[in-house]
């Protein structure tokens, strides 16, 4: 069982909580507080432009103590954004995240962000595969033993 993206997204849900460049800091964390999440894309007439999470604005804060929080999220933003597309496997989603050491990553179709996934759904899925397999094969074994 080879688990996808689009898989990932029909279970948890494809809602996207998203913000626009001249949206303010305070504005996208109260957003991130109230939905708990920790992650929006930044959209601008309906494309991604940019993305911006916790972590961000964790290290401006660490870099710049004094950062306004009308500052607007299109000048912090991370960019440009990695993506991952719904046919893709939640192991492709795995390297990715490990070499860039991202922690969520936007859904991408037809150049617009249809969902958002997070380290946590991909290891989730990950372990879920691990345990079918193992269960698999203690089966096959004991069908062998009997």
């Known amino acids: 069982m080879v688990t996808t993206v689009r898989d ?12 626009q460049p001249d949206t303010h800091l305070l504005r996208a964390l109260v ?3 109230e939905r708990n999440i920790g992650f929006v894309p930044v959209l601008e007439d309906g494309k991604i ?3 911006f999470s916790e972590r961000d604005f964790a290290r401006l804060l660490a870099e710049q103590s004094d950062l306004p929080l009308d500052t607007p999220v299109g ?3 991370v960019h440009p954004v990695y993506f991952v597309y719904p046919d893709q496997t939640v192991e492709d989603c795995m390297t990715v995240m490990s070499a860039k050491h991202f922690r969520h990553l ?3 179709q037809d150049e617009r ?6 380290i946590g759904d ?3 899925r990950i372990m879920l595969e691990k345990d079918i397999a193992i269960e698999n094969l203690e089966n096959l ?3 062998n033993l009997i």
Do not use: N, Q, Y
């Not at 990932?8 to 913000?19: A, F, M, P």
């Not at 962000?113 to 997070?118: D, K, L, Q, R």
């Open 8 to 19: 990932i997204l029909r279970e948890k849900g494809d809602h996207v909580w998203s913000v």
């Open 31 to 33: 957003l991130m507080t």
């Open 49 to 51: 432009v940019g993305v």
């Open 75 to 77: 000048e912090v933003m």
């Open 106 to 108: 936007p859904v991408m």
């Open 113 to 118: 962000c249809i969902g958002v996934i997070s």
């Open 122 to 124: 991909v290891i989730k």
């Open 141 to 143: 074994l004991w069908a």
